[in-house]
């Protein structure tokens, strides 16, 4: 069956560089999520997006933005990268299951590193 | 202050023997909870999903309990394998909209020993 695909897997940066993460929900989803996975640490949501707009907002910085395109596919954009931006940046997309009850898939992840 | 505390942190165990695994949650208001199994430098899988009106759901050798009532949640996994070793996340989702976030614990990190 067909997956999240993200990509890229890995990514080097340096501090001040600006970096895009894109992501390809698995066909027929309409919702993408982005989330940030920091060493050890569980990962937190950023933003999400329905039907090609945006639908609750969590602890992105403004120095990040995103967006989902017609073919329902999502961009990550990076900007001023900072050393604590290094993490493993997860997208999700979801199907609606029943009533309101939404299934998450995950991707495998793009590991960023900025050096 | 994260709203999904597990327990424990880590385990080990023997090939074979059971476990389980513990979640307490303060988000409110609950709409489902989640367990994913995620491997190191992997995305989550999910292995359960329940609303608050399930107490108990299987999938294969992993049943996840719900108890709305006090906020617990448990993972129970029996005949542990090897491949069983990963981290075990249990995840809460508040709210009823198609772009409702996940709200994550920390996850027990869980290793199956020969």
């Known amino acids: 069956a067909a997956g999240v695909i993200q990509s890229p897997r890995h990514l080097i940066k340096e501090k001040r560089e600006t970096a895009t993460l894109k992501c390809y929900p698995i066909?027929?989803?309409?919702?993408v999520y982005w989330y940030q996975q920091g060493p050890g640490q569980d990962p937190q949501f950023l933003i999400s997006f329905y039907e090609k707009m945006q639908s609750d907002k969590g602890s992105i910085p403004d120095r990040f933005s995103a967006q989902q395109f017609s073919d329902y596919h999502s961009e990550l954009n990076m900007s001023s990268l900072e050393l604590g931006d290094s993490a493993l940046y997860f997208c999700a997309s979801s199907l609606l299951v029943a009533g309101d009850l939404y299934e998450q898939y995950f991707g495998p992840g793009t590991r960023l590193t900025v050096t | 202050k994260n709203q999904v505390e597990q327990s424990p942190q880590s385990l080990i165990i023997l090939e074979g023997k059971n476990c389980t695994l513990q979640?307490?949650?303060?988000?409110?208001?609950?709409?489902?909870l989640r367990w994913y199994k995620q491997d190191t430098g992997r995305g989550p899988v999910s292995l359960t999903i329940m609303t608050f009106s399930e107490n108990t759901k299987s999938n294969g050798r992993y049943t996840a309990t719900l108890d709305a009532d006090t906020k617990q949640s448990s993972l129970h996994i029996t005949a542990s394998q090897l491949s069983d070793s990963a981290s075990y996340i249990c995840?809460?989702?508040?709210?009823?909209?198609?772009?409702?976030?996940?709200?994550f614990g920390k996850g027990t990190s869980l290793l199956v020993t020969p």
């Open positions: 979640c307490n949650y303060t988000v409110s208001p609950f709409s489902n």
């Open positions: 995840v809460v989702s508040a709210g009823s909209n198609s772009g409702y976030a996940l709200n």
């Open positions: 066909p027929r989803h309409d919702t």
